[in-house]
């Protein structure tokens, strides 16, 4: 009997199962490895991105306490340290003077010092070597001051150092009155840039531009360096008559000025007052033909004193003809809108907001004719043998005796001026404006004055001017510059 052995050879597939699970496991690791790889790069960008983004608003924070502290309203303002640390705004700064405001971490440790240039342990200020040229290296004059709390209780953002100083056109690298473009050799060392309230000039202009630099620095070694190049903005308000009466101009619903029935004192003079006047202005100024109509026969036919209103043209009774449309860029006086978005900047840029109804009695003390103020009155206001300085804007009545006055701009928005009693020698030097806002529409407005009316309105430049003060330093340039 033969036995058969069978032997059966492996395929040539044997262990590919092995290598192809090998091959997998292989892959995934990679796969992981790279995901590994790149989650920690996210995570590193991330963390890069969130200390950066803290690092920039920190030394924002810089630049705006600085900006604010520029402003005399502000509580902090850097001209209230004794002795101030900056002139009054309308004077000059000058070049290589410099007001440091520093920001030290509440550990006593930390030293803050941004004119010790060779300790980088200090936050030495190594941009302003570069913005200056050797004439102002090192500067003349320093001033350190304190920073202050942004919000009671809680600590200030991590900024380090806020400089302050005047510029010239080589520390922007611009030339300001540019005569001949390209031509960047052409820079005037050392001539203060000032700002004209739209530009930044060499020539005479009444304010400065000024340099805003603050440098933020956190515990993870993120610096942001950050620069302003600011200027003061005054509030644009356009006087186009010795007293302005705006009215909707519709048939029925007209602006009225009712004058003094009796022997009067009262005048309404649009020849500029001022020490060095400026051409004449209407005496009474309307702004449409339906207002002239009713303001122009109140004053010639029922009123034995048509020569008391008088201006530019030498008419009496000196009534704008057909209309005045005063306007610009910043507001137009004859459109309820503009004059509605145009409150609340007064408001915010006055020195004293008040709501109505109120009297002489709230007047701010500090109003002198040296220092004449903004002051909002949120309502109805009353004065009795008062004289006021500066802007006032009532939106509300404006009731007055007739030995009270103002130095400066009035505008009343509630409808309705009224002179009462038998007083005299009250007057009003610059310039009033009158409408009836309601919403944004405009009503028709009264002027009633009593006899004897006081001494009236008188257009005067200069008190207008005065009147206008800046009310914020407005941001010219911005730019982040690196630090070492």
Not at 150 to 157: D, E, V
């Amino acid at each position: 009997m033969t036995t058969r052995t069978t032997i059966r050879s492996q395929g040539k597939e044997s262990g590919v199962a092995l290598l192809l699970a090998l091959f997998v496991l292989l892959l995934v690791a990679v796969v992981g490895i790279a995901m590994m790889a790149a989650s920690g790069t996210e995570v590193s960008l991330t963390g890069n991105y969130r200390s950066s983004t803290a690092s920039y608003y920190a030394a924002l924070s810089g630049l705006e306490e600085g900006r604010a502290r520029l402003m005399p309203k502000d509580a902090d303002y850097l001209g209230n340290l004794s002795p101030p640390a900056i002139p009054p705004i309308g004077t000059t700064l000058p070049l290589g003077h410099l007001i440091y405001i520093t920001n030290p971490l509440t550990s006593p440790a930390e030293i803050v010092d941004p004119t010790n240039l060779g300790n980088p342990q200090t936050y030495p200020d190594t941009e302003y070597q570069t913005d200056f040229p050797p004439a102002f290296k090192p500067p003349s004059n320093v001033r350190i001051v304190n920073s202050v709390a942004s919000l009671t209780g809680q600590p200030n953002a991590l900024y380090k150092w806020v400089r302050i100083n005047a510029i010239d056109e080589w520390a922007i690298s611009v030339d300001v009155n540019d005569t001949n473009p390209g031509d960047y050799n052409a820079f005037n060392v050392p001539q203060i840039i000032r700002f004209d309230g739209t530009n930044l000039t060499r020539s005479a202009a009444p304010y400065q531009a000024l340099e805003i630099t603050s440098l933020a620095a956190l515990p993870d070694g993120s610096r942001k360096l950050l620069q302003y190049v600011v200027g003061p903005v005054t509030l644009q308000i356009p006087i186009s008559a010795a007293l302005t009466i705006a009215g909707p101009g519709s048939v029925g619903n007209v602006a009225t000025f009712n004058p003094p029935p009796g022997a009067t004192s009262f005048y309404v003079n649009g020849t500029d007052q001022c020490s060095t006047p400026k051409p004449p202005l209407p005496g009474v100024g309307v702004t449409n033909g339906n207002d002239y109509t009713s303001v122009f026969q109140n004053l010639k036919a029922p009123s034995p004193h048509q020569d008391h209103y008088i201006g530019a043209g030498g008419t009496f009774p000196n009534v704008s003809s057909p209309s005045v449309a005063p306007a610009n860029p910043t507001v137009d006086m004859t459109d309820p809108i503009s004059l509605s978005n145009f409150l609340p900047i007064v408001k915010n840029g006055a020195d004293v907001v008040l709501n109505g109804p109120r009297t002489e009695a709230d007047m701010p003390s500090a109003m002198t004719s040296s220092n004449p103020l903004t002051v909002y009155v949120n309502g109805d206001l009353s004065l009795n043998s008062f004289t006021g300085y500066g802007l006032l804007v009532v939106t509300g009545n404006l009731n007055y005796t007739g030995d009270s006055g103002w130095k400066g701009i009035v505008i009343v928005l509630g409808g309705t001026i009224t002179e009462t009693g038998s007083q005299d020698g009250g007057e009003f030097d610059g310039a009033v404006y009158l409408a009836n806002l309601t919403g944004v529409t405009l009503g028709a407005p009264t002027y009633i004055v009593a006899t004897p009316g006081g001494k009236g309105v008188y257009y005067n430049s200069c008190w207008i001017s005065s009147s206008l003060k800046p009310i914020s330093y407005k941001i010219l340039s911005f730019r982040e510059i690196p630090y070492p």
